[in-house]
């Protein structure tokens, strides 16, 4: 059994189809790259299994359970163990990394007041665990905007692992990181698939999706157009294989 | 943030713990800062008439003047930190000294009238709160029109006449505006109390933490489940609360309701706010600055006429302080 399954997946905004007959699936445990040019209709997909907003049609399953789209949200699909990390949508950077890893699941006491000691004890439980972020001086009581971008990323991929997430998005983790702080962030996503997790990787740079992919879906124009698993491809291939997409795409024209 | 691998254990484990010691004074750097500024102005202050300044009187006469300025600011923190702005609270604060005195003189009871006022405080920031949050208009037009319609709605309700008050001997007087101990007011006292809770709730409390993160990135709070609009609503309905209980506390202190009531508070208690280290982008402020501030910008002008110097100076000085203030700040941000 899928850990999700998205069937028929079509959206519209307005008159532009955004997606058109998707399907999309990730096992337990399993890295999924999703790949495609911008406007291919990943964001959308994967705005949609998060909950942000509902496909116009199709169904969605969630270890074989039927999910009510009306009533689905990200509030919703974090309670099936489906968290999201969006690039500048996930943290306060004027806040405390203890702050950021409990927001909206403060720990508290009956009449609301944060249990601060906790909170702060868990998050550097968190940041030595996961993150391995040892000797570098970094306390729970850091304010995230001193963090270098791929420690940010961590943070949030961090949030989803200490909440116990079955399944993580990540959408351009990479985006606009040095090559170490890159290293870094692959090595989180490395560290959530030891952990028996399962991701799916957004990006647009191959070379970082095939490093750590067990999957890839190639999406163009709302549609999939390859999926291959990594022992039938390299990653030559796999740049060959989206290079063709895209040529596709443009005798369209 | 990285320290080299070559470094010896111990001296890797005392470099860590004093960038841990370091790091924590760094976290009250803005507080430390705002204080050294009131020293700094009560120092000069002393020097320029240390028979006035080395007296209880003068703080005295600040404990009576400064709570309306602080309490309000109290609530504009919240607000600020929100990253919204309220523009209303001087007419809120006519509008329920209004209601308190109507209330009390066609009632004749005190318990009521103060909860008719804060009453009507709630709903105003409850009005704010929705028309920010659900018609979706900035908050500086939304608190700017209600600055006008409130201020207009007392006026012409009250004819442009004022209302005294027979409160004199009310119990409740004595709970508001009477004197400890001889000689602190009621109402610093209030302040103070209201200053603590509000303290802990901002940083103690999942509401606090709540308007921390609907300020600093609203996205971010909405994905993590957290409802803005209804946080800023509430904000604004706090900011309404503590308006209304200054206006309260204006009546109870003169005896009389008049019309422009509140008038001149709204740009002294922004200078407190911002002095104290409260950002304009949200996200960001202490309440301890805000205390802070509200004593600095309460004191100025008694402070400077009895330093010697004419009225004119004031302004002048404020001006200075403020800049000041947010330079300090400013730089100060960039390296926390």
Request: hydrophobic content about 50%; aromatic content about 10%; glycine content about 10%.
């Given at each position: 059994?899928a850990?999700?399954?998205?069937?028929d997946?079509?959206?519209?905004?307005?008159?532009?189809?955004?997606?058109?007959?998707?399907?999309?699936?990730?096992?337990?445990?399993?890295i999924?790259?999703?790949?495609?040019?911008n406007?291919?209709?990943?964001?959308?997909?994967?705005?949609?299994?998060?909950?942000?907003y509902?496909?116009?049609?199709?169904?969605?399953?969630?270890?074989?359970?039927?999910?009510?789209?009306?009533?689905?949200?990200?509030?919703?699909?974090?309670?099936?163990?489906?968290?999201?990390v969006?690039?500048?949508?996930?943290?306060?950077?004027?806040?405390?990394?203890?702050?950021?890893?409990?927001?909206?699941r403060?720990?508290?006491?009956?009449?609301?007041?944060?249990?601060?000691?906790?909170?702060?004890?868990?998050t550097?439980?968190?940041?030595?665990?996961?993150?391995?972020?040892r000797?570098?001086?970094?306390s729970?009581?850091?304010?995230?905007?001193?963090l270098?971008?791929?420690?940010?990323?961590?943070?949030?991929?961090?949030?989803?692992m200490?909440?116990?997430?079955?399944?993580?998005i990540?959408?351009?983790?990479?985006?606009?990181?040095s090559?170490?702080?890159?290293?870094?962030?692959?090595?989180?996503?490395?560290?959530?698939?030891?952990?028996?997790?399962?991701?799916?990787?957004?990006?647009?740079?191959?070379?970082?999706?095939?490093?750590?992919?067990?999957r890839?879906?190639?999406?163009?124009?709302?549609q999939?157009?390859?999926?291959?698993?990594?022992?039938?491809?390299?990653?030559?291939?796999?740049?060959?294989?989206?290079?063709?997409a895209?040529?596709?795409?443009?005798?369209y024209? | 943030?990285?320290?080299?691998?070559?470094?010896?254990?111990?001296?890797?484990?005392?470099?860590?713990?004093?960038?841990?010691?370091?790091?924590?004074?760094?976290?009250?750097q803005?507080?430390?800062?705002?204080?050294?500024?009131?020293?700094?102005?009560?120092?000069?202050?002393?020097?320029g008439?240390?028979k006035?300044?080395?007296?209880?009187?003068?703080?005295?006469?600040?404990?009576?003047?400064?709570?309306?300025?602080?309490?309000m600011?109290?609530g504009?923190?919240?607000?600020?930190?929100?990253?919204?702005?309220?523009?209303?609270?001087?007419?809120?604060?006519?509008?329920?000294?209004?209601?308190?005195?109507?209330?009390?003189?066609?009632?004749?009871?005190?318990?009521?009238?103060?909860?008719?006022?804060?009453?009507?405080?709630?709903?105003?920031?409850?009005?704010?709160?929705?028309?920010?949050?659900?018609?979706?208009i900035?908050?500086?037009?939304?608190?700017l029109?209600?600055q006008?319609?409130?201020?207009?709605?007392?006026?012409?309700?009250?004819?442009?006449l004022?209302i005294?008050?027979?409160?004199?001997?009310?119990?409740?007087?004595?709970?508001?505006?009477?004197?400890?101990w001889?000689?602190?007011?009621?109402?610093?006292?209030?302040?103070?109390?209201?200053?603590?809770?509000?303290?802990?709730?901002?940083?103690?409390?999942?509401?606090?933490n709540?308007?921390l993160?609907?300020?600093?990135?609203?996205?971010?709070?909405?994905?993590?489940?957290?409802?803005?609009?209804?946080?800023k609503?509430y904000?604004f309905?706090?900011?309404?609360?503590l308006?209304?209980?200054?206006?309260?506390?204006?009546?109870?202190?003169m005896?009389?309701?008049?019309?422009?009531?509140?008038?001149?508070?709204?740009?002294?208690?922004?200078?407190?706010?911002?002095?104290?280290?409260?950002?304009?982008?949200?996200?960001?402020?202490?309440?301890?600055?805000?205390?802070?501030g509200?004593?600095?910008?309460?004191?100025l002008?008694?402070?400077?006429?009895?330093?010697?110097l004419?009225?004119?100076?004031?302004?002048l000085?404020?001006?200075?302080?403020?800049?000041?203030?947010?330079?300090?700040?400013?730089?100060?941000?960039?390296?926390?």
């Amino acid at each position: 059994m899928a850990l999700v399954e998205m069937v028929d997946i079509h959206k519209y905004f307005g008159k532009v189809m955004a997606l058109r007959g998707v399907n999309f699936r990730v096992e337990e445990n399993e890295i999924v790259g999703l790949i495609g040019d911008n406007g291919a209709g990943k964001s959308t997909l994967i705005k949609i299994l998060s909950g942000v907003y509902p496909p116009t049609r199709g169904t969605i399953y969630i270890k074989g359970e039927k999910i009510d789209l009306r009533s689905y949200s990200v509030v919703e699909a974090r309670k099936y163990g489906i968290e999201t990390v969006f690039q500048d949508e996930a943290l306060g950077l004027r806040q405390s990394i203890w702050r950021n890893l409990f927001l909206g699941r403060e720990p508290t006491n009956r009449l609301g007041f944060l249990r601060i000691r906790k909170a702060v004890t868990e998050t550097d439980r968190m940041m030595r665990d996961f993150l391995k972020f040892r000797g570098a001086g970094i306390s729970p009581d850091a304010t995230v905007k001193n963090l270098s971008g791929g420690e940010r990323q961590g943070i949030a991929i961090g949030r989803a692992m200490y909440f116990e997430a079955d399944l993580v998005i990540l959408d351009e983790p990479t985006r606009a990181l040095s090559v170490k702080e890159i290293e870094k962030v692959l090595g989180f996503v490395r560290e959530l698939k030891a952990r028996g997790k399962a991701c799916v990787y957004i990006s647009h740079t191959i070379a970082h999706v095939y490093a750590i992919s067990d999957r890839f879906v190639i999406l163009d124009r709302g549609q999939v157009v390859g999926e291959y698993r990594k022992e039938e491809i390299s990653e030559e291939d796999l740049n060959q294989a989206l290079v063709r997409a895209f040529r596709h795409e443009e005798d369209y024209r | 943030m990285s320290s080299k691998n070559s470094v010896p254990m111990a001296e890797l484990s005392l470099g860590s713990k004093m960038i841990t010691v370091l790091t924590k004074l760094r976290k009250y750097q803005m507080q430390l800062g705002v204080f050294g500024l009131l020293v700094l102005v009560f120092a000069i202050f002393a020097f320029g008439n240390p028979k006035v300044f080395l007296s209880w009187a003068i703080y005295e006469a600040f404990l009576n003047t400064v709570p309306f300025i602080g309490i309000m600011g109290l609530g504009l923190t919240y607000v600020l930190i929100s990253k919204e702005i309220d523009l209303s609270f001087p007419s809120t604060m006519a509008f329920a000294g209004y209601t308190f005195a109507t209330v009390f003189k066609s009632s004749g009871s005190g318990a009521v009238a103060l909860l008719a006022a804060l009453g009507s405080g709630l709903a105003i920031g409850a009005l704010n709160g929705l028309m920010v949050t659900r018609v979706g208009i900035p908050s500086i037009v939304v608190t700017l029109g209600m600055q006008f319609l409130l201020r207009g709605a007392v006026q012409v309700l009250a004819a442009g006449l004022s209302i005294s008050l027979p409160f004199a001997e009310h119990p409740l007087r004595w709970a508001l505006v009477g004197r400890l101990w001889g000689g602190i007011p009621m109402h610093a006292v209030w302040f103070a109390l209201l200053s603590v809770t509000l303290l802990v709730v901002l940083f103690h409390h999942r509401f606090g933490n709540h308007v921390l993160f609907v300020g600093d990135n609203e996205n971010a709070a909405r994905m993590m489940g957290i409802n803005p609009n209804k946080v800023k609503t509430y904000v604004f309905i706090l900011m309404g609360c503590l308006a209304a209980f200054a206006g309260v506390i204006e009546n109870a202190r003169m005896l009389r309701w008049w019309p422009l009531m509140g008038e001149g508070y709204l740009l002294p208690t922004m200078a407190a706010v911002f002095i104290g280290g409260t950002s304009m982008f949200g996200g960001e402020g202490t309440i301890f600055g805000t205390v802070v501030g509200s004593f600095i910008v309460g004191s100025l002008e008694a402070g400077i006429v009895a330093a010697g110097l004419s009225g004119f100076w004031t302004r002048l000085f404020e001006g200075l302080l403020i800049l000041l203030a947010v330079t300090f700040y400013a730089i100060v941000r960039k390296r926390i």
